[in-house]
């Protein structure tokens, strides 16, 4: 099997940053809050995308409301 060198460093790198704060994830989650306020970059927030069923439905509604469509309109 193939070994990424790169790969295996952030591995390693990933396992001592854990091993440092005996696995606690609430520990490790402190850290980072803690490391992001003292980097002062800014922090924001996306808001989530619709879902595609959301998107196809209300399409699908707007073109059944479209006055050029006429594939509805059979006489």
């Given at each position: 099997?193939?070994?990424?060198?790169?790969?295996?460093?952030?591995?390693?790198?990933?396992?001592?940053?854990?091993?440092?704060?005996?696995?606690?994830?609430?520990?490790?989650?402190?850290d980072?809050?803690?490391?992001?306020?003292?980097?002062?970059?800014?922090?924001?927030?996306?808001?989530?995308?619709?879902?595609?069923?959301?998107?196809?439905?209300?399409?699908?509604?707007?073109?059944?409301?479209?006055?050029?469509?006429?594939?509805?309109?059979?006489?």
């Amino acid at each position: 099997m193939f070994k990424d060198e790169i790969v295996e460093e952030i591995h390693r790198i990933r396992e001592e940053y854990s091993r440092s704060f005996n696995h606690d994830l609430k520990a490790i989650f402190a850290d980072l809050q803690k490391q992001q306020a003292e980097s002062g970059r800014e922090v924001v927030s996306l808001l989530p995308k619709p879902s595609l069923a959301k998107r196809w439905s209300r399409r699908s509604r707007d073109i059944s409301n479209d006055p050029k469509d006429t594939s509805q309109h059979l006489t």
